[in-house]
């Protein structure tokens, strides 16, 4: 019974379970905010991109083929 009693109170002492969802669930809003990160960046440069395809467009001198990539 002593047994039981001492194996009872490590279980309930023991913290690995709790910090290893602690971990998880900080690994996981890492992730979350570095691929929302990735994204915007892309967005900005696509965006500035675009702004140089217009800028070159209105020049009479350059053209810009957004959709032939050139």
């Known amino acids: 019974m002593k047994k039981l009693m001492t194996m009872t109170r490590q279980f309930r002492d023991d913290e690995n379970g709790?910090?290893?969802?602690?971990?998880?669930?900080?690994?996981?809003?890492?992730?979350v905010?570095?691929?929302?990160?990735?994204?915007?960046?892309?967005?900005?440069?696509?965006?500035?991109?675009?702004?140089?395809?217009?800028?070159?467009d209105a020049h009479p001198t350059g053209t810009c083929s957004a959709a032939g990539g050139s």
């Open 18 to 31: 709790a910090a290893m969802v602690e971990y998880s669930i900080l690994i996981g809003i890492i992730a």
């Open 33 to 56: 905010a570095s691929i929302m990160v990735v994204i915007a960046i892309g967005a900005w440069v696509s965006g500035r991109f675009t702004q140089l395809c217009t800028g070159l």
